[in-house]
């Protein structure tokens, strides 16, 4: 037989009552959790993430955005439309070209923790 490490588990449903209780009042609905997740999906993907890049130096159009990328149109389109969709990015038209941009700074502060977080030692 093969002799198990017991530390990993509790003899007891719950020790300390009152730090779960706390941890409980603190956590987000669950909606608003879901929508998080969500949200963080859309940084999944690394074509997004390169347009998330580009738009931090500047407001582009779809056809910039598909010739710096080596991309389609029609691909670079669809990227926009998820990131539009997650409020990440907004566009502004002018005349017929539309022009797309970061939503705010928050995208900037996540894209730079992120970043941190991963090239940190």
Do not use: W
Not at 70 to 98: D, F, P, T
Request: glycine share 4%; hydrophobic share 40%; aromatic share 6%.
């Amino acid at each position: 037989m093969e002799k198990t490490d017991k530390l990993d588990s509790c003899n007891v449903t719950m020790i300390h009552e009152d730090v779960v209780r706390d941890v409980k009042k603190s956590i987000p609905e669950d909606e608003t959790l879901y929508d998080l997740a969500e949200l963080f999906k859309v940084f999944g993907d690394s074509t997004r993430i390169k347009i998330i890049c580009a738009l931090f130096k500047a407001e582009m159009c779809v056809c910039d955005l598909a010739a710096l990328l080596g991309m389609s149109q029609s691909a670079i389109s669809h990227q926009l439309r998820v990131l539009k969709n997650s409020r990440l990015v907004k566009n502004r038209r002018e005349g017929k070209v539309v022009y797309y941009s970061l939503d705010d700074e928050h995208v900037k502060d996540i894209f730079d923790k992120g970043l941190i977080h991963i090239t940190e030692k």
